[in-house]
């Protein structure tokens, strides 16, 4: 398998945790970090991509993201596979729960990468959320705030998941 680039943009210190657990899930694998406020041409070097944003206002990715949606755009995902992990509260914004993600996703898909790491609803409640395809979501949803105990957990089962589709 080659080489894994984890990107992320954060404020607080809760998507830094989750980013140090996947990294912990993939302790035995090549994989190199980065903030996506000053690495987003970085993308380009990596065919393995894991994006993690947190959802901010109404459904919005990190404003890291957000800021460099134009750079992404430029990038070719041809030949790439990426998984997308998105956090939130699905009960104080259930009706925008993780929606950062669609941004990223929508990006990838048609600059023709390969999203994968598509997980089950089951055991969340929310009202609506643009991050569903199929009945499930389009990455890996977390809830920190309300759900933080299951999220060691469904990281490893995602993580394993994962690395079956990367190249």
């Not at 509260?89 to 993780?98: H, I, P």
Request: proline residues 1%; glycine residues 10%; negative net charge.
């Amino acid at each position: 398998m080659k080489t894994i680039g984890i990107f992320y943009a954060t404020l607080t210190k809760t998507t830094t945790g989750v980013v140090d657990e996947i990294e912990f899930f993939l302790r035995k694998d090549d994989f190199k970090t980065f903030n996506v406020k000053s690495a987003i041409k970085e993308i380009e070097n990596f065919q393995n991509l894991i994006l993690v944003t947190p959802t901010y206002q109404v459904g919005e990715a990190h404003a890291a993201w957000m800021n460099n949606l134009k750079k992404l755009e430029e990038i070719d995902f041809t030949g790439k596979v990426i998984g997308l992990v998105g956090l939130g509260n699905q009960f104080a914004f259930g009706e925008s729960f993780c929606g950062g993600i669609k941004y990223l996703y929508d990006i990838v898909k048609r600059k023709g990468g390969k999203v994968v790491g598509f997980t089950s609803v089951d055991g969340y409640h929310f009202e609506e959320t643009e991050i569903i395809e199929n009945g499930k979501f389009i990455g890996l949803a977390l809830d920190e705030e309300n759900q933080a105990d299951l999220t060691p957990k469904r990281i490893e089962d995602w993580i394993n998941e994962v690395k079956k589709e990367f190249v």
